[in-house]
Structures are given as structure tokens and as C-alpha cells.
């Protein structure tokens, strides 16, 4: 009898930008201050990707270190997804550039999904379902993001917010370790006119001005009234569905957004915030890049050891919402 097909994550690895701008910096460029900003959003610093450093470069580099923590070659994935809602360009999708950045010459499948802030749980998922029917063995999972090349920098409550970053996952088929315990998955596209960006790709608008206006819009107060218990939701849900509950996860890493949302969501849920990772404060909001570059970091960094559960959660537009129960 052939055993159960499990899903188990090899290895993660980031990469942020060199350029990093401060508070001090937005206070030079918009009417704001340092404590306005850390007060409302608890971010105090991000990163800002070079006009020619795309998205997909992000993705290369953060896609090298976790194919290096997995111990594999480029050329042993046979699957490449990437989160993002802020491509290189409509086509090819960002995951073709990054294909041919790792200078594969195999006809690996390699796609785009687009979930805005959810777009790497919601990756999760697809993976999952991929190496558990047997079609695929070894999937790169990316999230990457340069949501300051559409930011107005003129608008004092969202300029303050976005930042740039890459984070990537890899996993295999097992028949021996199961690391993905669960999945939740959710949206409601009566709310997309709350939190949308019409624009063109990172590769092809310099700044957000060369994209004639195409700038991330945003009701704030709108959507922090849906993130929150959305997010809670999708949390109850996850751990529900991995047959677990609260005392057994290690930690929580919610989407980086604003520190109000994620100290709102740890109360809904009940957990005290010395349970929930933070990093907010150095990268701002980087959407789908939040989850994989948090967790990675409390990997790195020693929050997570080998054999720890941990929930990840987020709520992005369209709106989109999910979790993941994970083994490390």
C-alpha cells in the first residue's frame, strides 16, 4: 500500500533591498513625523528597491538563499510560483524572468498568482495541492514586492506604509514528514474598491509618477474594520482544519501591515503578543513578501526550532484572507 503523500518545506530564505528610508527621510518629504508615523503604524524604517531592479531580481536573489538553506540545485525544482501584486510586467509573468534569471534551460512551469497581501498562503495552498496529487515533487514558492515604485509619495497616509522585500519557500513531496498541516482560504470582491492599484510592472514604470498616477489606492479605515476579524477567522479556521489549537502554536506571524492590526488581530484571537512575530517595524508593509520574510527571519534568528508549529495569517485586497498551519 503506497503511503500518503506529505508536503515538507526543505528551506526559506529573503532579501531586502540595500536602500533604506527612514521616517527622518518621509519627514523631509511629505508633512509627517517620525511619531505620527510610529504611533499610527509602528513602522520605522523600509526598504526601497533601484529603478532598474525589478521585482523579479528581488525574487532571484531571496529564491538563491532558500534553494541554498534546502541543500538543492536550481535545475531539481520542477514547478516555480510566484506571489506578487506588483510584476515586472503584465507578460511574461515574474516567474518567467525569475526562470530564466536561474538560468534554467528545462521547461519548468512557472506562473504568476496574484492575491495581493494573501498571495503567499494562498501559494501555499496551490503548492500543497500540487505535490500532494503527485504532479509536481519540488516547488519553488516565492512572495515579492516593490509597492515603492506605486506609492504616492504626496499622500501622507499611505507613503508612510509600503516597502520592498522577497522571501521564498521550498517543498517537496515526502512520504515521511507532513510540514503543512492545514490551509484557509477566503475573499469577497464586493470590497475591491477599498484597497486597489491600477498600474503597469516594475520592470517598465520608473516611479509611480511615469505610471501617469498609478498609485496603491487605499480607505484605511475601511479596511482595518475587514483585516482584523477576517484574519482571526482564518486563524480559528486553519487551526481548526490542522486539528490543533491555540496552546500548541509556537508562534504567530500575521501579515505585517501596521502594528494597530496585528496587536488587534493578537487580541481577537486571545494570544499575547510576546507569541506573535514582528518585523513591521524594519520593513513595512511588503504584502505578499510579509509572511514567508517574517518567517524566515524567526528561522533564522532562532524563534523556530525544528519540529515547532507555526500559524501564518494574512488580508490583502480584493479583499483576500487565509492562514497556514506549519511544522518547521
Known amino acids: 500500500m503506497n503511503k500518503k503523500i506529505g508536503t515538507e518545506i526543505l528551506g526559506t530564505g529573503s532579501y531586502f533591498p540595500k536602500k533604506i528610508l527612514t521616517n527622518a527621510d518621509l519627514e523631509e518629504m511629505v508633512d509627517t513625523s517620525d511619531e505620527w508615523i510610529r504611533t499610527r503604524t509602528g513602522i520605522k524604517e523600509r526598504r526601497v528597491s533601484e529603478k532598474n531592479e525589478p521585482t523579479s531580481e528581488l525574487a532571484y536573489k531571496a529564491s538563491i538563499e532558500a534553494l541554498k538553506d534546502a541543500g538543492i540545485l536550481p535545475e531539481q525544482i520542477d514547478l516555480i510560483i510566484i506571489a506578487t501584486m506588483t510584476p515586472d510586467m503584465l507578460v511574461p509573468s515574474t516567474a518567467c524572468f525569475l526562470h530564466k534569471k536561474m538560468g534554467l534551460t528545462n521547461s519548468v512551469p512557472s506562473f504568476d498568482l496574484s492575491a495581493a497581501c494573501s498571495g503567499f498562503i494562498y501559494g501555499i ?52 514528514s507532513d510540514n503543512v498541516l492545514s490551509v484557509f482560504l477566503g475573499a469577497d470582491g464586493s470590497y475591491s474598491d477599498l484597497l486597489f492599484l491600477p498600474a503597469c510592472g516594475t520592470a517598465c514604470c520608473e516611479t509611480a509618477d511615469s505610471a501617469n498616477g498609478h498609485t496603491i489606492k487605499m480607505q484605511g479605515r475601511e479596511v482595518f474594520k475587514s483585516a482584523v476579524p477576517k484574519m482571526a477567522l482564518a486563524a480559528e479556521k486553519a487551526l481548526s482544519f490542522s486539528g490543533k489549537e491555540l496552546k500548541d502554536i509556537k508562534l504567530f506571524i500575521p501579515h505585517q501591515a501596521n502594528m494597530r492590526i496585528i496587536e488587534a488581530v493578537a487580541k481577537k484571537m486571545g494570544v499575547s503578543m510576546d507569541r506573535v512575530f514582528v518585523n513591521v517595524h524594519k520593513t513595512g508593509n511588503i504584502s505578499a513578501a510579509t509572511t514567508i520574510t517574517a518567517l524566515d527571519e524567526a528561522i533564522k534568528t532562532g524563534r523556530l526550532q525544528k519540529g515547532d508549529l507555526v500559524e501564518l495569517m494574512a488580508f490583502g485586497s480584493g479583499f483576500t484572507w487565509g492562514a497556514a498551519v506549519i511544522r518547521i
Open 125 to 176: 495552498s496551490v503548492a500543497k495541492a500540487f505535490i500532494e496529487s503527485g504532479l509536481y515533487k519540488k516547488i519553488l514558492l516565492v512572495g515579492a514586492e516593490e509597492l515603492t515604485k506605486f506609492t504616492d509619495w504626496t499622500d501622507r497616509n499611505t507613503c508612510i506604509l509600503f516597502g520592498d522585500g522577497a522571501g521564498a519557500m521550498v517543498l517537496s513531496a515526502s512520504e515521511e
